[in-house]
């Protein structure tokens, strides 16, 4: 039985302090367990249920799929919304995004959306003796309320909310500014050639996709014709900042590459390292090396290069020998889209590829693919191999969860949502949650009960996503209720049918919503 971390090692303590039952325990079991796993979060931008191997995605993912086979593969895991701003809000403070405004996709000059003192999840594990680090995608806003200072040093980031070390891109690669923020500066920054960005108006003299689709390596289908950069218009306008932009190409190797730095500075400390993937978002441009590769578009060999990230990750801990007594978390911010606004041919050449799976929807829908993603957890040390659950089980719960395994207290008011979930995370609680709260777009609210029923309320709002992704949003005039465990694809609802269900799930997804009282 593995219980915290804390009082295991308290035991061990009263053990060495009595002096007797230590020998019992035998020597290889008392070190292993006075040793704090470390911790990675691999967590993918916009991949679906159904894109990786082991859940039935046709794209290979030996990597991803060696994870699963050789740890826990959860089977009914959720992002907390079906976008990335407000599933990385409620995973990192531990409260669901939508208890306030403001927290929807960010623009990339917003200021940050997690303020110094806030409670974390990063911060739990730093005063637990952490060594932390995020790498790769932020979108939760920088800098004060007057924003970012691109030019200067950046306040209000990682670095202020419990992260040692950050290596950030800072809201999402179509977005301006395309430059790396390395802890509080901008990457290479010239200062003879000061970057500025503006979401309003052009500034500078860099050609748009809207005015020169000639000089573009891949065309926009929706919005994304703003300031061209490494020939991709960009969502907002950019000027200067030359010898800081990135290289689309090299987001994996650049990632992996301060991933592995940071996991080798750690030396002694036990590490948690959150590794924020850009794959397999928009703009799709994976290193050359990947083009051409899956048969299925950039968005496949995208996939492809996210196996490879991962299994860099994995052969790192092969090769330091820290793989028994390390946490690899995998998954994902939100559910799968193919158009999401540049002609990369995702739609194309999708065949035989569910991204979704058997669910209906997508990214920004209240339906299941919106939300429900894969996740995979592989601790040796703590998890049998082969384990395979479908406990229902909510990102919102990463910090609660942690907070309970190393017994580190944390501020309950602050991170009012999320719960300990230890044993469905490492496979023992076959049930999990009671329930969960599901995000759409225009703060659409649906709920999911661990009996398997899901409530959509009745929404005024267009049927598809209105900007052209073509996926269904799951906004109907009228309440919907389904039994998942005999309709996951959300096809008939049984509103009119089961009045008592309904009731129910409306009264507890009311209990949510309700702010819940300071103590
Ligand atoms: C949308 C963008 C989309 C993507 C998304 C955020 C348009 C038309 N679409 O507004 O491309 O950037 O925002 O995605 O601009 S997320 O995964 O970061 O939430
Ligand atoms: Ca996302």
């Known amino acids: ?58 794209i290979p993912t030996p990597h991803i799929d060696r994870l699963a086979k050789e740890g826990l593969l959860m089977e009914n895991a959720y992002a907390t919304a079906a976008t990335c701003t407000p599933s990385r809000y409620s995973m990192l403070t531990g409260e669901y995004a939508w208890r306030a405004q403001g927290r929807g996709v960010a623009p990339g000059d917003a200021s940050a959306l997690i303020r110094e003192g806030r409670e974390t999840w990063p911060a739990i594990m730093q005063r637990a003796g952490y060594r932390t680090a995020v790498v790769g995608k932020w979108h939760l806003g920088l800098g004060g309320d007057a924003g970012p200072e691109w030019n200067g040093e950046i306040s209000h980031g990682p670095l202020d909310i419990g992260f040692d070390y950050a290596f950030i891109l800072p809201s999402t690669g179509d977005r301006v500014p395309t430059v790396y923020v390395e802890d509080r500066h901008v990457l290479n920054l010239d200062p003879q050639d000061p970057i500025e960005v503006n979401y309003r108006q052009k500034v500078g003299d860099r050609p748009t996709g809207l005015d020169h689709p000639e000089l573009l390596k891949m065309m926009w289908s929706h919005g994304h014709n703003q300031t061209i950069i490494n020939g991709i218009s960009r969502i907002g306008y950019m000027a200067g900042g030359e010898s800081a932009l990135w290289r689309d190409e090299d987001f994996a190797d650049v990632f992996v590459d301060k991933s592995v730095r940071f996991m080798t500075d750690a030396g002694d400390s036990p590490f948690f390292l959150f590794l924020a993937t850009h794959d397999i978002h928009v703009p799709r441009m994976p290193h050359e090396r990947f083009h051409g590769k899956s048969g299925y578009g950039y968005r496949g060999d995208a996939l492809l290069q996210l196996d490879w990230t991962v299994g860099e990750v994995l052969s790192f801990l092969d090769e330091k020998a820290l793989a028994e007594n390390t946490i690899v978390i995998f998954t994902s911010d939100n559910g799968p889209v193919l158009d999401d606004g540049y002609e990369d041919m995702a739609e194309e050449l999708i065949g035989d590829h569910k991204p979704w799976a058997n669910l209906r929807g997508g990214k920004y829908s209240t339906y299941e693919a919106g939300t429900k993603v894969p996740m995979v957890v592989r601790w040796p040390k703590g998890i049998r191999s082969g384990t395979v659950r479908s406990a229902l089980f909510s990102q919102v719960d990463m910090m609660g969860s942690f907070a309970g395994f190393l017994n580190e207290p944390y501020d309950r008011n602050q991170a009012e949502d999320t719960t300990d979930s230890w044993e469905a995370l490492v496979g023992r609680d076959t049930e999990g949650r009671n329930g969960l709260v599901q995000e759409a777009i225009q703060g659409v609210l649906s709920y999911v009960s661990r009996d398997g029923y899901k409530f959509i309320p009745a929404h005024q709002g267009p049927e598809l996503v209105p900007w052209g992704t073509g996926i269904s949003t799951g906004f109907l005039p009228e309440d919907q209720l389904f039994y998942l465990l005999d309709d996951p694809g959300e096809k008939v609802s049984i509103a009119a049918a089961q009045p008592d269900k309904l009731k129910e799930l409306k009264s507890l997804l009311d209990a949510v919503r309700k702010p819940i009282e300071k103590k």
């Open 1 to 58: 039985m593995q219980h915290s971390l804390k009082s295991i090692n308290s035991l061990l303590g009263l053990a060495v302090i009595i002096g007797s039952v230590l020998s019992a325990c035998g020597g290889e079991e008392k070190s292993d367990l006075s040793t704090k796993p470390n911790v990675i979060v691999i967590y993918t931008d916009d991949v679906g249920y159904g894109d990786i191997g082991v859940y039935g995605g046709m």
